[in-house]
């Protein structure tokens, strides 16, 4: 492989990466601080990306304008889910809220396939190419990671610097000692769950711009974050983003040498490798769950 195929090969597995992480981000998020592994989230891109096409096509509302009012619409839906629903289950054990955000998926998932059908759709922009030398790429693509990148930073920059964000971590560090501390815990789930729900949502209208959506995506979707927070290590947004570059420039990678259809099993064989040498992930920590 010469340096410009590889430079071209490598750059497609960061931008990939950057949605990657993304997407992982507000999953790993939900995972770490309340215990439930968000079989919703997948669902909750793609009706994101759904909405983002339809405001596109309808109503010629721009895709990246219409980033944060869809990104807002679904992480108060999230809140309000998990404040009236998931919290009842939330301290059960792991396979009943599992069971129960599964059940909640297939719902939306049909009530998707009812209003919006399984054909793919996506939004084209020709926002043209940037070039150097042979590597080619495409704007719309450096656009989406630029966005991806910026909104991850953004989460992290909340986290750690907002009171929000500390009691968000005080509860994932220890409920009890939060509670204690005159933290209340069920609003704090609430808000949560729906900043993941709020991930998802732009990041179903920045995958929109790059890829077509459709139900068909949601398992695979929902695979790719897994993965994402094993690789990079559960509930840190630092993890989630090495995690998603890794699975990005693997996959890219791999589909070049191999072909498109070893790209899902190079990532799934890249998350046992990591289980094996590295439990905690590249950027976990022992112990802190």
């Known amino acids: 492989m010469d340096a410009a195929l590889l430079a071209q090969v490598v750059l497609n597995g960061l931008m990939l990466g950057a949605l990657y992480a993304c997407i992982a981000a507000g999953f790993s998020l939900v995972w770490g601080v309340l215990n439930v592994i968000d079989m919703l989230h997948g669902s909750l891109i793609i009706l994101a990306g ?12 721009h895709p990246f304008a219409a980033l944060v009012p869809v990104g807002l619409v679904l992480g108060l839906a999230g809140a309000v889910l998990q404040f009236v629903l998931i919290n009842r289950v939330v301290r059960q054990p792991v396979l009943t809220t599992l069971t129960l955000t599964f059940g909640l ?13 399984a054909t793919p759709r996506r939004v084209t922009l020709d926002l043209g190419r940037l070039t150097f030398g042979d590597v080619v790429l495409p704007w719309d693509r450096i656009a989406a990671m630029i966005v991806a990148l910026g909104l991850t930073a953004l989460l992290y920059a909340v986290l750690r610097g907002s009171k929000l964000g500390r009691a968000i971590v005080a509860v994932r560090m220890d409920r009890e000692a939060a509670t204690l501390m005159g933290i209340r815990v069920p609003r704090i789930y609430a808000l949560t769950f729906g900043l993941g729900a709020f991930m998802a ?28 927070c094993v690789v990079g290590g559960l ?12 699975l990005g ?40 769950e």
Request: glycine share 14%.
């Open 201 to 228: 949502g732009v990041c179903g209208a920045l995958l929109a711009i790059v890829y077509p959506v459709t139900t068909n995506a949601t398992g695979q979707l929902l695979g790719k974050a897994f993965i994402v």
């Open 249 to 288: 420039v693997t996959e890219s990678l791999g589909s070049h040498w191999f072909g498109p259809q070893a790209a899902a099993l190079l990532g799934f064989a890249l998350m046992l490798v990591l289980l094996v040498v590295r439990p905690t992930g590249l950027l976990g920590r022992k112990g802190y």
């Open 235 to 246: 509930g840190t947004v630092p993890g989630a983003l090495a995690g998603g570059l890794a």
């Open 50 to 61: 759904y909405l983002t096409c339809s405001l596109w096509s309808e109503w010629h509302v």
């Open 105 to 117: 998926d297939m719902i939306l998932y049909n009530v998707m396939n009812a209003v919006f059908d």
